[in-house]
T-cell receptor, first 113, second 116 residues
Framework: AQSVTQLGSHVSVSEGALVLLRCNYS??????LFWYVQYPNQGLQLLLK??????LVKGINGFEAEFKKSETSFHLTKPSAHMSDAAEYFC???????????FGTGTRLTIIP | GAGVSQSPSNKVTEKGKDVELRCDPI?????LYWYRQSLGQGLEFLIY????????KSGLPSDRFSAERTGGSVSTLTIQRTQQEDSAVYLC??????????????FGPGTRLTVL
């Protein structure tokens, strides 16, 4: 069984400030981890994914995430928030031989001008 | 190129009616997935197709839910005798090969179902 926990259903940051969205996973086998973003009335868009290569993963729109096995974490960061980053963010996990994604409950990011 | 498309974008129905939701995957993608996004349950997996076969139906919540895929392309999710708890956004995704976690799933915009 595998699961994902996203701490903080709502996060607010000022424009230009650091964005940090937390994701912790639980998996009995090596995980593959993903961050998706959902803009209002749109589908999910892949931001980045960890597939057992480099532990620091860079994605689109300046986001990156670091896989830390010892902490079972895959937190999403961006050095400087932009107004266009306001959206809902989902962390997801799967593993080899498993085709379905298991999602966290999501974090809604608000950017304060 | 065209992404995953879903229709209708919104569907309002009365309790007890049947509904059909359609998904057109990205051309050439062999794998197709249905997920449901609801307030109480978050994003949950429903069913996975590899070609026209559904090797994993484990997420379908009841026998009122069924899905099929024809020609290795279009998929239809059918909900019979809809209940208010079926109200949710139904998301479809497709991937090139399926069955591999490195294979990115591309999502459509979803169908918002409201059961009155």
């Amino acid at each position: 069984a595998q699961s994902v926990t996203q701490l903080g259903s709502h996060v607010s940051v000022s424009e230009g400030a650091l964005v940090l969205l937390r994701c912790n996973y639980s998996s009995s086998v090596p995980p593959y981890l993903f961050w998706y973003v959902q803009y209002p009335n749109q589908g999910l868009q892949l931001l980045l994914k960890y597939t057992s290569a480099a532990t620091l993963v860079k994605g689109i729109n300046g986001f990156e995430a670091e896989f830390k096995k010892s902490e079972t974490s895959f937190h999403l960061t961006k050095p400087s928030a932009h107004m266009s980053d306001a959206a809902e963010y989902f962390c997801a996990v799967t593993n080899f031989g498993n085709e379905k994604l298991t999602f966290g409950t999501g974090t809604r990011l608000t950017i304060i001008p | 190129g065209a992404g995953v498309s879903q229709s209708p974008s919104n569907k309002v129905t009365e309790k007890g009616k049947d509904v059909e939701l359609r998904c057109d995957p990205i051309s050439g993608h062999t794998a197709l997935y249905w997920y449901r996004q609801s307030l109480g349950q978050g994003l949950e997996f429903l069913i996975y197709f590899q070609g026209n076969s559904a090797p994993d139906k484990s997420g379908l919540p009841s026998d009122r839910f069924s899905a099929e895929r024809t020609g290795g392309s279009v998929s239809t999710l059918t909900i019979q005798r809809t209940q208010q708890e079926d109200s949710a956004v139904y998301l479809c995704a497709s991937s090139l090969l399926g069955g591999a976690p490195t294979d990115t799933q591309y999502f459509g915009p979803g169908t918002r179902l409201t059961v009155l």
